[in-house]
């Protein structure tokens, strides 16, 4: 059994009705009973508040057994809930403005606010703030009055929305013109009857309707006809275009399924590069490869959007232009490396070491120079690099290898030896 919830000391407020006299007889009101008394929780704090009953006080009223009670007490709480409204109403923002979860909101108020409430409560709450949401909408007439005015009449458009299979459905109204919702409710089935209901308080509103869109599903077409039997039922043009590019979609579809089947050598290549058990490669060659990999895998998981978003074609034409990417980096063959700098950007730079000119090696997606940093042409095999000119650009750094040989290093991290 469930053990009610210990508040400790509170204060106690008491509420009569604001009418001190019968408002048939104008005789004056007395007591007769408390018509409810608890605890209710805001967000300011708990307190115990005691609704008291009224009743007229003349015996000879024909209205003498009826009870009188504080319109100030009702609206501070819920009936049969022990929250006030201002607790329901705040759940609501943060349930629809915010997008919080029941979880989460719970822990919000717990947190926030000296509220204690569970996470059943919560959904019970956010219940009852969609059945005060419904109670407080404003009069159909009044909302679609400007589109009438307009446009001389309105247009309905009815659709559904199943999230998951055995769940409810959620069918919506709206008016396609303004964008208005005119009624909204979860259906179990989707049957004419139901559908019948829906709308049946838009035809209560004698509103001129000058067209009912849909997907001309047989449930739909059976409530039009019912509900709004003089008035005319058109296909939704999205509807439409859907089914008439189903067989374009399958083709597209076997089109993606064909180049997903062309690219399976994908994963014996990067094993070929990766070597497992070996360290992630370093070279350019193998980034270059690794990257075109990437680039190919992000490309085929492409998904179309009926009712023209082929995929297929689109994953095709980007395909292409990372072929024709490709082709354009083979064509420049690359660029000259430099002795000292990393072949990659990420590669270690290289050290002075070594004794044969790097100067005229290639390096992998980089574009051929045809010159060097200076006027003067050079040849194949010597360093590029110009001669130092003085201490703000170019400093000379001993290495261990021989004193005699120095190291001339510029701002670009190029390097180069020299003889002192």
Same mark, same amino acid.
């Given at each position: 059994m469930k053990r009610p919830r210990q508040f400790g000391?509170?204060?106690r407020v008491r509420y009569r009705p604001e009418l001190a006299g019968c408002?048939? +007889?104008?005789?004056a009101l007395v007591y007769s009973h408390p018509v409810w008394a608890k605890p209710v929780q805001t967000l300011v704090g708990v307190e115990h508040l005691t609704s008291l009953g009224f009743r007229c006080g003349n015996a000879g009223c024909d209205f003498g057994r009826t009870v009188y009670r504080s319109a100030q007490a009702e609206a501070?709480?819920?009936k049969d809930s022990g929250y006030g409204l201002d607790v329901v109403v705040y759940i609501g923002r943060l349930r629809?403005?915010?997008?919080?979860?029941?979880a989460e909101i719970g822990q919000r108020l717990q947190e926030q606010t000296p509220v204690q409430i569970s996470e059943r409560h919560v959904q019970n709450l956010l219940e009852v703030y969609l059945a005060l949401l419904?109670?407080?909408?404003?009069?159909? +007439?009044a909302v679609v009055a400007p589109t009438v005015a307009t446009h001389g009449g309105i247009i309905v458009a009815l659709d559904g929305l199943q999230p998951e299979q055995g769940n409810e459905q959620l069918w919506v109204v709206r008016e396609v013109l303004s964008g208005a919702v005119l009624g909204a409710a979860n259906l179990q089935q989707a049957t004419a009857r139901m559908l019948a209901e829906l709308l049946?308080?838009?035809?209560?509103?004698?509103l001129p309707v000058l067209g009912v869109i849909s997907d001309a599903q047989e449930s739909i077409r059976l409530a039009v006809a019912e509900v709004f039997p003089q008035v005319p039922h058109q296909l939704c043009q999205y509807h439409a275009l859907r089914e008439a590019a189903e067989p374009l979609w399958e083709a597209d579809r076997h089109l993606l399924v064909e180049a997903k089947q062309e690219l399976r050598g994908l994963r014996d290549v990067e094993e070929r590069t990766r070597q497992a058990g070996k360290p992630e490669p370093s070279d350019p060659a193998s980034a270059v490869v690794l990257d075109t990999i990437l680039a190919l895998r992000?490309?085929?998981?492409?998904?179309?959007v009926l009712p023209f978003g082929f995929a297929g074609l689109q994953v095709m034409a980007a395909l292409d232009e990372l072929g024709d990417t490709l082709d354009r980096c083979l064509a420049k063959r690359g660029m000259h490396a430099w002795r000292g700098c990393g072949r990659w950007c990420n590669a270690p730079k290289c050290g002075v070491e070594t004794a044969h000119a790097t100067c005229g090696q290639r390096t992998a997606g980089w574009w051929t120079l045809r010159s060097g940093w200076t006027s003067r042409r050079r040849r194949r095999g010597q360093c590029r690099a110009p001669a130092p000119r003085c201490g703000s650009r170019w400093k000379r750094i001993s290495t261990s290898s021989s004193p005699s040989v120095k190291r001339a290093a510029c701002r670009r991290g190029c390097s180069r030896r020299s003889r002192t």
């Open positions: 000391a509170m204060p408002p048939h +007889c104008g005789a501070r709480q819920v629809f403005s915010e997008q919080r979860t029941r419904r109670a407080s909408q404003q009069d159909l +007439c049946r308080p838009i035809a209560a509103c004698k992000q490309t085929v998981r492409e998904r179309g």
